[in-house]
C-alpha cells in the first residue's frame, strides 16, 4: 500500500482539471496522492470535538491499518459502518480498508465478501492506481470486478 505522506505538503483545496487528471503521466499519480489525502482527512477528522462515534471509528480504523494492525483495524471499521457514516465516501473508504485488511491476513472469503458489499455500494469502484495490482487483493478484486460486471450485464 502507498507510503503515507506528510499533509503539510500538498494543498488541500488544489485540484487537477479534468483533462489534467486523466493525463496518463501524472493522472495515477496524482489520484493516489488526491486520496491519500482524503484518507489522512479522515484520520484527522475522527479526532474533532463534532466528530461521531462513526467518524472517531473510521479515524481509528485507518490509524490501526496504518500501523498493520489489522484485525483491529477491521474492528474499528466495522463499528465506523455499524454506527451509520455520514458520508458515502467515508463508507466506501471503511470497506476499501477492511477488504484490503481481509487480504493482507489471509482471510480470502472475507475479502471477497468485502468486495462484493463495495461493488453492490458502487458498481464503477476501481481500484487506485497505487492500489491496482497489489499481491494481497488484486486477484481477488478482478474476481469481484467480472462477477459484478456480469450481474451488471445481466440486469
Given at each position: ?153 445481466a440486469k
Open positions: 500500500f502507498p507510503t503515507r505522506r506528510s499533509s503539510h505538503l500538498i494543498e488541500p483545496d488544489f485540484d487537477l482539471a479534468p483533462n489534467e487528471a486523466s493525463h496518463p503521466s501524472w493522472g495515477p499519480i496524482w489520484l493516489s496522492l488526491k486520496d491519500e489525502l482524503e484518507d489522512q482527512r479522515a484520520a484527522k477528522n475522527a479526532d474533532s470535538l463534532f466528530a461521531s462515534h462513526a467518524q472517531r471509528e473510521l479515524g481509528k480504523g485507518i490509524r490501526e491499518y496504518e500501523a498493520g494492525r489489522y484485525q483491529e483495524a477491521i474492528d474499528a471499521l466495522q463499528a465506523a459502518l455499524k454506527s451509520g457514516l455520514p458520508a458515502r465516501a467515508d463508507e466506501m473508504r471503511a470497506h476499501r480498508f477492511i477488504a484490503f485488511s481481509y487480504c493482507l491476513i489471509q482471510r480470502s472469503k472475507e475479502c471477497h465478501a468485502e468486495f462484493r458489499a463495495i461493488f453492490a455500494l458502487d458498481p464503477a469502484f476501481v481500484l487506485l492506481p497505487s492500489e491496482a495490482g497489489h499481491p494481497a487483493w488484486s486477484a481477488i478484486y478482478g474476481k469481484e470486478l467480472a462477477a459484478a460486471k456480469r450481474a451488471s450485464k
